[in-house]
């Protein structure tokens, strides 16, 4: 059986670092798995677009497309993107077959403390304006079937968390 997971927070939150462990799990498991990470699609497939709230519905309503055809083809997915919006998540909730929404959270300051790709420092020196986390929005799910606060849990408990899920859900 197929299904999709979208781990979906903020920049810096842990949706890359999540998506590799859990693909790790399951291909331990002998499933067939693919990661749809919004930062290397956008690079790859358009890297001109910008960050419109219409241009991240777009980019968003692509990497539904791109889960639903994998999943129809018997293909787990683990899509990891910010998907700032309410509206384009709840799309793909009605779209995908066996879709798992989780949501990743983290206070601030360790946002800061970590940020990988520097744009948090950015933000505060006003560099960048407009950063999800920071200064950008970021609708929060109103009921993703799991929330993992990330400054609190190690990688390890994360995935175990959200494998345990998954097996409650009879997806694997």
Known sequence: MSFVVWITG????????????L???LRSLNLGVEILDGDGIRSKLYPDLGYTKEEREMHNKVVIEMANLLAKNGIVVIVS???PFRSTRELARKEIENFVEVYLKCSLEELIRRDPKGLYEKAINGEIVGLT??????EEPENPDLVLETDKLSVEEEVELLVNLLKKKNLI
């Not at 903020?10 to 462990?21: E, F, M, Q, R």
């Not at 986390?133 to 970021?138: A, H, I, L, T, V």
């Open 133 to 138: 986390g920071y200064d950008g929005e970021y």
């Open 23 to 25: 693909y790790e799990r």
């Open 81 to 83: 993107m910010i998907s």
């Open 10 to 21: 903020v920049s810096g939150v842990g949706k890359t670092t999540l998506a590799k462990a």
